[in-house]
């Protein structure tokens, strides 16, 4: 808090800063003050001083009746501003809901609504408010109508992009796979998180609705007399300004003034707070390759996968980072998953947990959780048998909410658990992964916890419901060594009470070799090998892999091994086999015919021309794979 407050002091601090601090009290003091004050001096009719020019007694001079202009344009401010800000409210108001109701709306109706924001927002904001002034109807609620509905749109178009970018963080995917609801989501995950960017947004959009009220009082559409705010007391200024050219000068000064005051307090706020995003789609994306069926999965697979692609949307076309991917994960059973950065290896794992967003597209010839379709399984069923543990502990927590709270939502929203059992749930369930004095960490926030806690109490929310599987995504590539094997003996804990299957994805061989049984080794979106993590690897990219494994009997006199080139973009798979640039065995077989994952041995499939069966040098199979 402490922090926050030295932030907004040294914004204070500034120029910019400095200015909106004092024009914004001066509007608002004014705002308060000058009707109480001036009230009946603004409105005291004078027939000896009609029109007059500046004066000691009028420094602005005075109206047709005789009354004051710059006791006027004082008074005027509370309508003006206070017109402004009512807008205001009615456009980020409006806009918020018609941002977020393509979330939770059929997406037909969604599609529609977001095509028709997109639409008004291409009309320039003034125009829209005079058509709907037209509509609406002449005077002040018609006025405050018209700009607030005339601004709706571009808060709505910021809602939605606001949301896209929220929407993708670990922490809003953790609550999904907790099967907690569309509306819930947008209301407890989403929109806090996207509060104070709209805030600045609105602040400067204050600013222009003042313009624009004034803009229509001035056209003779706004405020209507006996009321008057700055720009029906302009359009009088102007009307005589032959005679008293100060008369419009000073509701003119004012709005400049309130303007500014808005618009430097937005940018202050924004210096502050900082934000940014966007997103696209293009056509329809590619059909499958056709790849062999797996083989008959296994009578207790939790997890059946076949033929799975995910696909993305470029400039260029789709792009595909993962290209057919089959296996099958059996009850109580560790699988890892390990390949170099863009394998594929994450998205699969997304894909299975159902968390590949838009515009990205799965597709499967089989894709099955615990014996349903995962596209008909409901969030409600996911949520209590599937748990995901991902990288970053610190995005996986919303960090405006309590860890305790954030545990107990999956019961509340599961299990039908009343706020205070579903917390004492909570509360075990960190017991049980072992989070020291957990009542009291669970009414800590997250940033309070540390690496390895939050990620301890991110496991912990799997176990609020009876997982069948934790797809674990890198859960220990953010912790150090020691964390790192803390976290690795819960995860096997938690294997053995609680009889979940286990996907580990990994880049670290060694990582999955101490946690799993299996191994699945991804290259350029496939599943070149599929081995038993005590069998000796068969493919020249696994044998690689293994190869630059360092450990403590690594000779530090010898360089390290290495594996030359870089894999292959997502976009760029060359014909053959996509390791062939990299492979020392590569034939000109594998440069023109992709090799297909076919059975080895038992429990073994490789996806290789010329597999390898003897040892590695310097290192038995049983010690590289195991
Ligand atoms: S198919 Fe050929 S290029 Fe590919 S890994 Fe096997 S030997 Fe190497």
Same mark, same amino acid.
């Given at each position: 808090?402490?922090?926050?407050?030295?932030?907004?002091?040294?914004?204070?601090?500034?120029?910019?800063?400095?200015?909106?601090?004092?024009?914004?009290?001066?509007?608002?003091?004014?705002?308060?003050?000058?009707?109480?004050?001036?009230?009946?001096?603004?409105?005291?009719?004078?027939?000896?001083?009609?029109?007059?020019?500046?004066?000691?007694?009028?420094?602005?001079?005075?109206?047709?009746?005789?009354?004051?202009?710059?006791?006027?344009?004082?008074?005027?401010?509370?309508?003006?501003?206070?017109?402004?800000?009512?807008?205001?409210?009615?456009?980020?108001?409006?806009?918020?809901?018609?941002?977020?109701?393509?979330?939770?709306?059929?997406?037909?109706?969604?599609?529609?609504?977001?095509?028709?924001?997109?639409?008004?927002?291409?009309?320039?904001?003034?125009?829209?408010?005079?058509?709907?002034?037209?509509?609406?109807?002449?005077?002040?609620?018609?006025?405050?109508?018209?700009?607030?509905?005339?601004?709706?749109?571009?808060?709505?178009?910021?809602?939605?992009?606001?949301?896209?970018?929220?929407?993708?963080?670990?922490?809003?995917?953790?609550?999904?796979?907790?099967?907690?609801?569309?509306?819930?989501?947008?209301?407890?995950?989403?929109?806090?998180?996207?509060?104070?960017?709209?805030?600045?947004?609105?602040?400067?959009?204050?600013?222009?609705?003042?313009?624009?009220?004034?803009?229509?009082?001035?056209?003779?559409?706004?405020?209507?007399?006996?009321?008057?705010?700055?720009?029906?007391?302009?359009?009088?200024?102007?009307?005589?300004?032959?005679?008293?050219?100060?008369?419009?000068?000073?509701?003119?000064?004012?709005?400049?003034?309130?303007?500014?005051?808005?618009?430097? /307090? !937005?940018?202050?706020? &924004?210096? $502050?707070?900082?934000?940014?995003?966007?997103?696209? #789609? *293009?056509? +329809?994306?590619? %059909?499958?390759?056709?790849?062999?069926?797996?083989?008959?999965?296994?009578?207790?697979?939790?997890?059946?996968?076949?033929?799975?692609?995910?696909?993305?949307?470029?400039?260029?076309?789709?792009?595909?980072?993962?290209?057919?991917?089959?296996?099958?994960?059996?009850?109580?059973?560790?699988?890892?998953?390990?390949?170099?950065?863009?394998?594929?290896?994450?998205?699969?794992?997304?894909?299975?947990?159902?968390?590949?967003?838009?515009?990205?597209?799965?597709?499967?010839?089989?894709?099955?959780?615990?014996?349903?379709?995962?596209?008909?399984?409901?969030?409600?069923?996911?949520?209590?048998?599937?748990?995901?543990?991902?990288?970053?502990?610190?995005?996986?927590?919303?960090?405006?909410?309590? /860890? !305790?709270?954030?545990? &107990?939502? $999956?019961?509340?929203?599961?299990?039908?658990?009343? #706020? *205070?059992? +579903?917390?004492? %749930?909570?509360?075990?369930?960190?017991?049980?992964?072992?989070?020291?004095?957990?009542?009291?960490?669970?009414?800590?926030?997250?940033?309070?916890?540390?690496?390895?806690?939050?990620?301890?109490?991110?496991?912990?929310?799997?176990?609020?419901?009876?997982?069948?599987?934790?797809?674990?995504?890198?859960?220990?590539?953010?912790?150090?060594?020691?964390?790192?094997?803390?976290?690795?003996?819960?995860?096997?804990?938690?294997?053995?009470?609680?009889?979940?299957?286990?996907?580990?994805?990994?880049?670290?061989?060694?990582?999955?070799?101490?946690?799993?049984?299996?191994?699945?080794?991804?290259?350029?979106?496939?599943?070149?090998?599929?081995?038993?993590?005590?069998?000796?690897?068969?493919?020249?990219?696994?044998?690689?892999?293994?190869?630059?494994?360092?450990?403590?009997?690594?000779?530090?006199? *010898?360089?390290?091994?290495?594996?030359?080139?870089?894999?292959?973009?997502?976009?760029?798979?060359?014909?053959?086999?996509?390791?062939?640039?990299?492979?020392?065995?590569?034939?000109?077989?594998?440069?023109?015919?992709?090799?297909?994952?076919?059975?080895?041995?038992?429990?073994?499939?490789?996806?290789?021309?010329?597999?390898?069966?003897?040892?590695?040098?310097?290192?038995?199979?049983?010690?590289?794979?195991?």
């Amino acid at each position: 808090m402490a922090r926050r407050g030295s932030v907004w002091t040294a914004a204070l601090r500034t120029p910019v800063g400095a200015c909106s601090a004092v024009l914004l009290a001066l509007v608002v003091v004014l705002s308060v003050l000058a009707p109480l004050l001036w009230g009946d001096g603004a409105a005291a009719i004078d027939t000896d001083a009609i029109g007059q020019g500046p004066s000691g007694a009028h420094p602005f001079g005075t109206d047709s009746l005789g009354r004051d202009l710059l006791l006027r344009t004082l008074v005027a401010t509370r309508l003006s501003v206070g017109l402004a800000v009512l807008a205001t409210a009615i456009g980020a108001g409006t806009g918020v809901v018609l941002g977020t109701l393509p979330s939770v709306l059929p997406r037909r109706v969604g599609r529609l609504l977001t095509a028709v924001v997109d639409i008004a927002v291409a009309f320039p904001g003034l125009l829209l408010a005079l058509f709907l002034a037209v509509i609406f109807g002449v005077g002040t609620h018609g006025a405050v109508l018209a700009i607030g509905f005339a601004m709706a749109p571009a808060f709505a178009r910021l809602v939605q992009t606001l949301s896209a970018s929220v929407s993708g963080r670990d922490f809003v995917a953790a609550a999904r796979i907790a099967g907690v609801g569309r509306a819930r989501l947008l209301a407890r995950h989403v929109l806090p998180n996207i509060g104070e960017p709209l805030v600045v947004n609105a602040t400067i959009g204050a600013g222009s609705a003042l313009l624009a009220f004034a803009g229509l009082s001035f056209l003779g559409i706004g405020v209507q007399a006996p009321d008057y705010d700055w720009g029906r007391l302009l359009r009088e200024g102007l009307d005589g300004i032959y005679v008293n050219p100060a008369a419009a000068l000073a509701p003119a000064a004012a709005v400049v003034l309130a303007g500014l005051a808005f618009n430097l /307090v !937005g940018e202050t706020v &924004a210096a $502050v707070v900082g934000v940014r995003t966007r997103a696209r #789609r *293009r056509g +329809a994306p590619p %059909r499958p390759a056709a790849r062999p069926a797996l083989a008959q999965p296994p009578a207790d697979a939790v997890l059946v996968v076949e033929n799975l692609r995910v696909a993305f949307p470029g400039p260029d076309g789709w792009t595909v980072p993962v290209r057919g991917v089959s296996f099958s994960v059996r009850a109580g059973e560790a699988i890892g998953v390990v390949g170099e950065s863009g394998s594929g290896k994450s998205l699969t794992a997304l894909a299975v947990s159902r968390l590949v967003e838009a515009p990205g597209v799965v597709t499967a010839d089989r894709l099955e959780f615990a014996g349903t379709p995962l596209a008909e399984a409901s969030d409600r069923e996911l949520g209590t048998a599937l748990a995901m543990v991902f990288q970053d502990p610190m995005t996986s927590f919303n960090p405006a909410r309590r /860890v !305790g709270g954030q545990l &107990a939502e $999956v019961s509340e929203q599961h299990h039908g658990l009343s #706020r *205070r059992a +579903a917390f004492a %749930r909570a509360v075990d369930r960190l017991a049980a992964v072992r989070v020291p004095a957990a009542e009291r960490r669970a009414r800590q926030y997250p940033h309070e916890f540390s690496g390895g806690m939050r990620q301890r109490a991110m496991i912990g929310m799997g176990l609020m419901g009876r997982p069948k599987l934790i797809v674990a995504d890198e859960p220990t590539t953010a912790l150090d060594v020691t964390v790192q094997r803390q976290v690795l003996r819960l995860l096997a804990r938690t294997r053995e009470t609680e009889g979940a299957a286990i996907l580990l994805i990994s880049h670290d061989i060694a990582v999955v070799s101490q946690t799993c049984e299996r191994m699945l080794v991804m290259y350029a979106g496939r599943i070149v090998e599929d081995l038993p993590t005590g069998s000796p690897a068969r493919h020249p990219y696994t044998r690689a892999l293994l190869a630059t494994t360092v450990d403590l009997e690594t000779d530090r006199d *010898r360089p390290l091994e290495v594996i030359p080139g870089r894999p292959p973009e997502p976009d760029q798979v060359p014909e053959g086999c996509a390791f062939a640039a990299r492979c020392p065995l590569a034939s000109e077989r594998c440069r023109t015919e992709d090799p297909v994952l076919e059975p080895a041995a038992d429990g073994h499939r490789v996806a290789c021309w010329h597999p390898q069966v003897t040892a590695l040098s310097g290192q038995s199979h049983e010690e590289g794979a195991a």
